[in-house]
T-cell receptor, first 119, second 111 residues
């Protein structure tokens, strides 16, 4: 199956600093990647859709200036949490879909997740 | 978007068959049904996908009645390692709307 890798898996930072999380598709090209956030005991919440070579599309209520997304290549998308605060502490997960034949396979491939703790 | 409803939690014992049902009353014609499994502190993992009737793979079966307003994920002979949260997603991937996770079902398998 397709592999999506995230880095770092865990990060602890001080309040006010910025943190960058990388998401890579290792064995396929992903024109579109998705970023999710998950709080403890809760479901995944879609934050934004990252499109290669264009601006990301953010879900309602997600601050685009707070969560900067860059998708500069077909295998890499980055999420930068700017001026992080304790309430930004969460589990951030990226995913990608893979094209096959005439369209999407319908399967999302998820990274391992990145746990951010803001002190 | 088709909204999904699942039981919040379920308990089972090792070796039993577990059936988790998902309701999706307003499923659209082009929508597929996909199930994911998530372990703590990991990203979700694809289990199975279907459109109608029955789909079976090496880990699970998916039963979808004719009206497609619900679906049932069947896990045969569960083990302790099947303890996880199971999510049902409904949507049209080509249209980019198979991205919304519902509440999921937390399955606890006991010895």
């Amino acid at each position: 199956g397709a592999v999506v890798s995230q880095h770092p898996s865990r990060v602890i930072c001080k309040s006010g600093t910025s943190v960058k999380i990388e998401c890579r598709s290792l064995d396929f090209q992903a024109t579109t990647m998705f970023w999710y956030r998950q709080f403890p005991k809760q479901s995944l919440m879609l934050m934004a859709t990252s499109n290669e070579g264009s601006k990301a599309t953010y879900e309602q209520g997600v601050e685009k200036d707070k969560f900067l997304i860059n998708h500069a290549s077909l295998t890499l998308s980055t999420l930068t949490v700017t001026s992080a605060h304790p309430e930004d502490s969460s589990f951030y997960i990226c995913s990608a879909s893979r094209l096959a034949g005439g369209g999407f396979t319908g399967e999302l491939f998820f990274g391992e997740g990145s746990r951010l703790t803001v002190l | 978007l088709a909204k999904t409803t699942q039981p919040i939690s379920m308990d089972s014992y090792e070796g039993q068959e577990v059936n988790i049902t998902c309701s999706h009353n307003n499923i659209a014609t082009n929508d597929y049904i996909t199930w994911y499994q998530q372990f703590p502190s990991q990203g979700p993992r694809f289990i199975i996908q279907g459109y109608k009737t029955k789909v079976t793979n090496e880990v699970a079966s998916l039963f979808i009645p004719a009206d497609r307003k619900s679906s049932t994920l069947s896990l045969p002979r569960v083990s302790l390692s099947d303890t996880a949260v199971y999510y049902c997603l409904v949507g049209d991937m080509d249209a980019g709307n198979m991205l919304t996770f519902g509440g999921g079902t937390r399955l606890m398998v006991k010895p």
